[in-house]
């Protein structure tokens, strides 16, 4: 099992910056895809920034420039630098983490952090 714990989220005015962690714990292996997903009130969840399983990193259109993704892997810990916030950036983060089974992929969640930006 794999516990993922976010922090950081808050309330910000456009323009500001934010900085979100992903703590993981448990049985995480080093093959994994870590990522940060959001969702806005209304609308489906979407990919922010993940790191892929070939070591890849990929971000969405609307934050690229913006948000910076890192991980401390010692600390198995990701986080997400979040500058130049608009107010449609305002949703639930949540931090994802994905590795292999003997059959299929596992994926887990986080809690979920509210990032607020106000204009």
């Known amino acids: 099992q794999v516990q993922l714990v976010e922090s950081g989220g808050g309330s910000v005015q456009a323009g500001g910056s934010l900085r979100l962690s992903c703590a993981a714990s448990?049985?995480?292996?080093?093959?994994?895809?870590m990522g940060w997903y959001r969702q806005a009130p209304g609308k489906q969840r979407e990919m922010v920034a993940e790191?892929?399983?070939?070591?890849?990193?990929n971000y969405a259109d609307s934050v690229k420039g913006r948000f910076t993704i890192s991980r401390d892997n010692a600390k198995n810990t990701m986080y997400l630098q979040m500058n130049s916030l608009k107010p449609e950036d305002t949703a639930v983060y949540y931090c994802?983490?994905?590795?292999?089974?003997?059959?299929?992929?596992?994926?887990?969640w986080g809690q979920g952090t509210q990032v607020t930006v106000s204009s």
């Open positions: 994802n983490l994905g590795q292999p089974g003997s059959f299929r992929w596992y994926y887990y």
């Open positions: 790191f892929t399983s070939g070591g890849n990193t």
């Open positions: 448990g049985s995480i292996f080093s093959i994994k895809s």
